[in-house]
């Protein structure tokens, strides 16, 4: 890989998360700072913003309509709004803009004189862009690899929908970058990828980052707090700290706990109804929405839960934690534990298992020294394989083999 290569970064997103931080990390912390970075975002991702302010001075930004937001558009048309509920012409309409994305696509790239694409993606099989420029790539001559961050949705080996997928990933011959060794493991058997296609890369921290984004609420957390952060969804597991909760409170009825993260209100309505109907206290439940800086809040924080039940392929708030020095909890379930070493930096609890996840907050919750242990053992965990300045390297390695193995 030569100095002062050019990389594209291909990013279709809906959702502000990890995916984005994760991104600004590796851009942010490349060891070749010669090299340049072609950001191409969809024009309706909730991050926009975020990655504006924090890749301004390392990418030049390119914008674009997805298929889906081209879809969401149309919808907004009367005629088209009814038209598209008619399976066969929504089909046709999809096959269409497929198709137009692909040499809106093709012309950009072929316009771009680069040496790389990285494809940043959540859970696979991911975005539609994606395969198209997978494509486009393949007929200009260069290479290309797909970050994917989750996991898949159900067995897929044998949907049509992934068959696909899985042809043109081989044919185009695209590279498979997975987050987690779990998640490495689930794109083997459930979605049928080649192991030899994919390479695992930890995610990577940056602590640094994270702080220029100031807490412009200036939240003060309570003495005694355990917290939960991230996005508010059934995957995430909040119903069953809630559950938790009310066996600690019983022992621990000074405890207070601190739910941080947007999300499904839906979701929100039923964990607040768990709260009315299990007679929790609510006084000692604090609920603040997502802020681009949760280290001013983790900070205060003295525990901190992640009991995720699924679709939890490395576990970004744990790895947060660790860096500031914080003890975990985490259920054992996909790359949480890899991050969390159980006994070590933390405790990991078998999924779904209330009665632990009690017996654990309250055994780290009336020990301080433990607790201290824990986050010092944590943080070394951190600085030895979740920094971002690892991470970069990582990918940076990687990417200049590729290019060497034309």
Request: include cysteine.
């Given at each position: 890989m030569k ?7 291909w990013h279709?997103?809906y959702?502000i998360?990890g ?6 990390d590796m851009i ?6 010669k ?6 975002v969809?024009?309706?991702?909730e991050?926009?913003?975020l ?18 937001e081209?879809?969401?558009n149309?919808?907004k048309?009367?005629?088209?709004k009814?038209l598209?509920?008619?399976?066969f012409l ?11 994305t692909?040499f ?22 991911g975005?539609l862009?994606?395969y198209l420029v997978i494509?486009s790539?393949f007929f200009?001559?260069k290479?290309?690899a ?8 159900h067995n ?5 929908t992934?068959?696909i ?12 970058i997975?987050?987690?060794k779990?998640?490495?493991k ?10 030899e ?9 940056s602590?640094?980052?994270?702080q ?7 939240v003060?957390v309570?003495n ?7 996005r ?5 597991g ?5 559950m ?12 207070n ?8 209100s839906?979701?929100v309505?039923?964990?607040k ?5 299990e ?12 802020t681009n ?6 900070k ?5 839960i992640?009991?995720?039940?699924k679709f939890?392929s ?10 500031l020095?914080?003890?975990i ?5 996909g ?5 969390n070493?159980n006994?070590i930096?933390g ?8 009665k632990?996840f009690?017996?654990k907050i309250?055994e780290l919750?009336?020990?301080k ?11 070394k ?20 083999k590729?290019?060497q193995n034309?």
């Open positions: 100095y002062g290569s050019k990389i594209i970064v279709e997103c959702v998360g995916s984005d931080w994760s991104i600004i942010t912390n490349w060891p070749d700072k090299c340049s970075f072609d950001f191409f969809n024009k309706k991702h991050g926009l913003k990655l504006q302010k924090s890749l301004n001075k390392n990418c030049k930004f390119n914008y674009y309509d997805s298929v889906i081209k879809i969401n149309l919808k048309l009367f005629l088209f009814h598209l509920n008619i399976s929504r089909k046709i309409f999809v096959i269409y803009y497929l198709i137009s692909f809106f696509i093709h012309k950009k790239l072929k316009k771009k004189k680069f040496d790389y694409i990285l494809i940043n993606n959540g859970g696979y099989p975005s862009t994606s494509i790539s200009l001559k290479k290309v797909m970050i994917i961050r989750n996991f898949p949705d897929y080996k044998k949907n049509l992934m068959l997928v899985r042809f043109v990933i081989k044919l185009f011959n695209c590279n498979i997975s987050v987690s779990s998640l490495k689930s794109l083997e058997i459930d979605a049928g990828i080649n192991r296609k994919i390479k695992v890369i930890y995610n990577g921290i602590i640094q980052n994270k220029r984004f100031l807490n412009e609420k200036k003060k309570k005694n707090s355990v917290g939960i952060f991230g508010i969804e059934p995957r995430k909040h119903h069953l700290l809630i938790a909760w009310k066996l600690v409170e019983k022992k621990l009825p000074n405890l706990l601190y739910i941080v993260g947007n999300g499904d839906k979701y309505k039923s964990l109804k768990i709260i009315n109907k007679n929790i206290n609510k006084k000692k439940i604090t609920w603040l929405n997502y800086n949760i280290y001013t809040l983790l205060q924080i003295d525990l901190v992640v009991p995720s039940i939890e490395f576990g970004r708030v744990a790895v947060e934690a660790m860096a020095k914080k003890p909890i985490t259920s054992n379930f790359g949480l534990k890899e991050v070493i006994k930096t405790f990991t609890v078998n999924i779904k298992d209330k632990m009690s017996n309250i919750m009336t020990n020294n433990k607790r201290t242990l824990f986050g010092i053992r944590g943080e965990n951190f600085k030895k394989n979740f920094t971002s300045s690892i991470m970069a390297k990582k990918y940076y390695w990687f990417v200049k590729n290019l034309k």
